[in-house]
């Protein structure tokens, strides 16, 4: 293929690739803290919806980005109380958090379907995007795309170099220890679950205020557990985060062009590419990595008398 | 036991707080609307059969649900696994149309098992011998298998006479489960009677099933005691599977009469709390299945009424389910007091 057909479609990767990215690090930042959040697809939904509600009658995309956040990670602190509060199963409770999610925005959606809203167009950088090659791929996007880059290396620094990371990492691998060595584990994990569900609804807000500007029910179809596998195939590093969203996004804008071409084979089965590539990689990648670098104390409450 | 009905009372009540809010957001009647889901749900003979109808999938989604959270495996995908059961038990029902009940609802039956056993089987292999994770690849399998059914149903299964829907043609008579008598009810309320018991006699006599509940206990003491876990993973995700198969194959045979889309509405995921509020007892799962499709009943009533989207049942499910976990922290609470004592 000619360059003329592959950068565009590079491009095209990383844009429907950072809806994924930002959901899959705000898990990576709740994993961190030993708390398995699988309402990724619900809290995604949830961010989505409240972008594009507060977009359409603000006017402002910004302010619509920043709440659709707070609304992720609104619902993200009612997982947090149902397990830090209350013992609850992480597992079910995550699973009740996408049922809720996704059915509190295909309810509250349902008289802005077919509506748009203003959103995020391309603004490309101004000196960066005159490079050969990367300058296409990577900086002629939406400013949402610009501020995804810099969110893993801020991660990558917090949990490799301050107090705040490496302490959550403790309450992560080993709570008993880092209660004994004075960390305030619960007030850790609420910050690893509200902080990781701000991220997740920003992945939503991407997707109705700059990847479609328009709202349907069903809008994030599957992309937060998509998410939620990327972790496993991170190994909840931010930076192979980036690899594997953009991989999904070329896979997802690879199916897309394949059937805008009018392809002889069925929608229903390009359909299917991106959620069997993503059993393949999670296959793929717990092979190989055996789970090791898990945070030892994912998805396990803290008993109440510690 | 008392606390437990306490606790499911308490989540109802908050929950429908809740959508009570919600329905006045959208400038609905919430307390007439209310009215109209209990009084829709099981307000008259007509208005119960029809939960009971609904019941039946759901109770077979969940009953396999449940056995397989008993060993601690999460099988999320009683969505995919009921869609594979009705794409195996239509298979049968459109090559052997000519046949006699007799020999094809039998045959549809095994498809269904089978079909529905492997898209459990598939995920319960690639735990064991890959490590990966369940929930995920359930959860994926859940798409790819209404992908699948999609693609029959608008491809090589479509019938010819149905002016571009996307269906198969009308099962022949032979391929119909059946009506009990002059009721609404059709026998797969039998099938779901049968299983229940199978399943409870299973758990509570014999050695397999203890085994089973032992190792969903404590995995790391079965493995030391020489439980076949690796085994029970593979058994357990089978007969889960085939389960939510069956319910497939009931749907598709007893209710629609064929295969299509709309045979996918979420019963995976209502089996998954239902499961949950029955702290996976098999009698208990049957009043909670009848429960929820009462919930499903009487939001259809609401919809004609009021126009409320069919997305306010997953409002309700997903509320009544976190408060219900919240809720279990009492119960366990509750045991720490009289150990201290």
């Given at each position: 293929m000619s360059p003329e057909l592959i950068l565009p479609l590079l491009a095209a990767a990383v844009q429907s690739g950072t809806p994924i990215l930002y959901a899959t690090l705000g898990e990576i930042f709740t994993e961190k803290s030993g708390i398995l959040n699988l309402g990724v697809e619900g809290i995604m939904m949830i961010g989505a919806l409240a972008a594009f509600v507060t977009t359409k009658f603000s006017g402002s995309p910004v302010l619509g980005f920043l709440l659709g956040g707070c609304a992720g990670a609104l619902l993200a602190g009612m997982h947090g109380m149902v397990?830090?509060?209350?013992?609850?199963?992480q597992v079910v409770s995550g699973l009740a958090l996408t049922i809720l999610g996704v059915g509190l925005a295909d309810y509250l959606g349902t008289p802005f379907i077919g509506q748009t809203a203003p959103g995020f167009t391309m603004m490309p950088m101004p000196?960066?995007?005159?490079?050969?090659?990367?300058g296409p791929v990577f900086?002629?996007?939406?400013p949402l795309i610009y501020t995804s880059y810099l969110i893993p290396p801020l991660m990558w620094v917090f949990f490799r170099y301050t107090r705040w990371g490496l302490g959550m990492r403790a309450v992560g691998e080993n709570p008993r220890a880092a209660s004994a060595g004075g960390l305030r584990v619960i007030g850790y994990r609420w910050a690893g679950i509200l902080i990781g569900g701000y991220l997740v609804g920003f992945g939503g807000a991407y997707l109705s205020?700059?990847?479609?500007h328009l709202w349907t029910n069903g809008l994030s179809a599957g992309r937060g557990w998509i998410a939620v596998a990327l972790v496993i195939f991170s190994f909840w590093h931010p930076g192979r985060a980036v690899v594997g969203a953009y991989l999904f996004g070329g896979v997802m804008a690879f199916q897309l062009r394949l059937q805008a071409t009018g392809t002889y084979i069925p929608s229903s089965l390009l359909l299917m590419l991106p959620y069997a590539l993503t059993v393949i990689v999670l296959v793929f990648s717990s092979w190989k990595?055996?789970?090791?670098?898990?945070?030892?104390?994912?998805?396990v409450n803290i008993e109440p008398s510690e | 036991m008392w606390s437990s009905c306490l606790i499911l009372f308490g989540a109802l009540v908050l929950s429908l707080a809740v959508s009570a809010i919600m329905l006045a957001l959208q400038d609905k009647p919430p307390l007439a609307a209310i009215a109209i889901l209990f009084k829709g749900a099981f307000g008259s003979l007509n208005a119960i059969q029809d939960c009971l109808i609904k019941a039946v999938p759901i109770y077979l989604c969940s009953l396999g649900v449940a056995i397989a959270f008993r060993l601690?495996?999460?099988?999320?995908?009683a969505e995919g696994q009921y869609a594979l059961g009705a794409i195996g038990a239509t298979w049968v029902a459109l090559r052997l149309p000519d046949l006699p009940w007799f020999v094809v609802i039998p045959g549809m039956l095994a498809m269904a098992f089978i079909a529905g056993g492997l898209w459990g089987l598939i995920p319960a292999v690639l735990k064991i011998?890959?490590?990966?994770?369940e929930i995920i690849v359930t959860l994926m399998f859940n798409y790819l298998a209404i992908l699948f059914l999609d693609y029959l149903v608008y491809g090589p299964?479509?019938?010819?006479?149905?002016?571009?829907?996307p269906m198969t043609r009308e099962f022949s008579a032979s391929a119909i489960v059946g009506k009990i008598g002059?009721?609404?009810?059709?026998?797969?309320i039998i099938l779901c009677i049968f299983s229940g018991m199978a399943i409870w006699i299973f758990f509570r006599y014999t050695r397999l099933g203890y085994e089973l509940k032992a190792s969903g206990e404590n995995i790391r003491a079965a493995r030391y005691a020489g439980l076949p876990y690796d085994r029970l993973v593979i058994l357990v995700m089978v007969l889960s599977g085939a389960l939510a198969g069956w319910a497939g194959f009931l749907e598709a045979?007893?209710?629609?009469?064929r295969l299509q889309?709309?045979?996918?509405?979420?019963y995976g995921y209502t089996a998954i709390v239902v499961a949950w509020l029955a702290r996976l007892n098999p009698f208990y799962i049957g009043i909670a299945s009848f429960l929820l499709a009462g919930l499903r009943v009487g939001l259809e009533n609401l919809q004609l009424d009021?126009?409320?989207?069919?997305?306010f049942g997953g409002i309700m499910e997903g509320l009544i389910l976190l408060t219900v976990l919240a809720g279990g922290f009492f119960i366990d609470y509750r045991i720490e007091l009289r150990k201290k004592s």
């Amino acid at each position: 293929m000619s360059p003329e057909l592959i950068l565009p479609l590079l491009a095209a990767a990383v844009q429907s690739g950072t809806p994924i990215l930002y959901a899959t690090l705000g898990e990576i930042f709740t994993e961190k803290s030993g708390i398995l959040n699988l309402g990724v697809e619900g809290i995604m939904m949830i961010g989505a919806l409240a972008a594009f509600v507060t977009t359409k009658f603000s006017g402002s995309p910004v302010l619509g980005f920043l709440l659709g956040g707070c609304a992720g990670a609104l619902l993200a602190g009612m997982h947090g109380m149902v397990c830090l509060g209350f013992q609850g199963n992480q597992v079910v409770s995550g699973l009740a958090l996408t049922i809720l999610g996704v059915g509190l925005a295909d309810y509250l959606g349902t008289p802005f379907i077919g509506q748009t809203a203003p959103g995020f167009t391309m603004m490309p950088m101004p000196i960066l995007s005159k490079i050969p090659l990367l300058g296409p791929v990577f900086f002629r996007h939406d400013p949402l795309i610009y501020t995804s880059y810099l969110i893993p290396p801020l991660m990558w620094v917090f949990f490799r170099y301050t107090r705040w990371g490496l302490g959550m990492r403790a309450v992560g691998e080993n709570p008993r220890a880092a209660s004994a060595g004075g960390l305030r584990v619960i007030g850790y994990r609420w910050a690893g679950i509200l902080i990781g569900g701000y991220l997740v609804g920003f992945g939503g807000a991407y997707l109705s205020l700059a990847y479609t500007h328009l709202w349907t029910n069903g809008l994030s179809a599957g992309r937060g557990w998509i998410a939620v596998a990327l972790v496993i195939f991170s190994f909840w590093h931010p930076g192979r985060a980036v690899v594997g969203a953009y991989l999904f996004g070329g896979v997802m804008a690879f199916q897309l062009r394949l059937q805008a071409t009018g392809t002889y084979i069925p929608s229903s089965l390009l359909l299917m590419l991106p959620y069997a590539l993503t059993v393949i990689v999670l296959v793929f990648s717990s092979w190989k990595g055996q789970g090791i670098e898990a945070p030892a104390a994912l998805g396990v409450n803290i008993e109440p008398s510690e | 036991m008392w606390s437990s009905c306490l606790i499911l009372f308490g989540a109802l009540v908050l929950s429908l707080a809740v959508s009570a809010i919600m329905l006045a957001l959208q400038d609905k009647p919430p307390l007439a609307a209310i009215a109209i889901l209990f009084k829709g749900a099981f307000g008259s003979l007509n208005a119960i059969q029809d939960c009971l109808i609904k019941a039946v999938p759901i109770y077979l989604c969940s009953l396999g649900v449940a056995i397989a959270f008993r060993l601690q495996i999460w099988n999320i995908g009683a969505e995919g696994q009921y869609a594979l059961g009705a794409i195996g038990a239509t298979w049968v029902a459109l090559r052997l149309p000519d046949l006699p009940w007799f020999v094809v609802i039998p045959g549809m039956l095994a498809m269904a098992f089978i079909a529905g056993g492997l898209w459990g089987l598939i995920p319960a292999v690639l735990k064991i011998h890959m490590r990966a994770n369940e929930i995920i690849v359930t959860l994926m399998f859940n798409y790819l298998a209404i992908l699948f059914l999609d693609y029959l149903v608008y491809g090589p299964w479509k019938d010819p006479v149905s002016f571009g829907f996307p269906m198969t043609r009308e099962f022949s008579a032979s391929a119909i489960v059946g009506k009990i008598g002059n009721t609404g009810l059709n026998w797969g309320i039998i099938l779901c009677i049968f299983s229940g018991m199978a399943i409870w006699i299973f758990f509570r006599y014999t050695r397999l099933g203890y085994e089973l509940k032992a190792s969903g206990e404590n995995i790391r003491a079965a493995r030391y005691a020489g439980l076949p876990y690796d085994r029970l993973v593979i058994l357990v995700m089978v007969l889960s599977g085939a389960l939510a198969g069956w319910a497939g194959f009931l749907e598709a045979s007893a209710t629609i009469n064929r295969l299509q889309p709309s045979i996918i509405v979420g019963y995976g995921y209502t089996a998954i709390v239902v499961a949950w509020l029955a702290r996976l007892n098999p009698f208990y799962i049957g009043i909670a299945s009848f429960l929820l499709a009462g919930l499903r009943v009487g939001l259809e009533n609401l919809q004609l009424d009021l126009q409320v989207p069919a997305a306010f049942g997953g409002i309700m499910e997903g509320l009544i389910l976190l408060t219900v976990l919240a809720g279990g922290f009492f119960i366990d609470y509750r045991i720490e007091l009289r150990k201290k004592s």
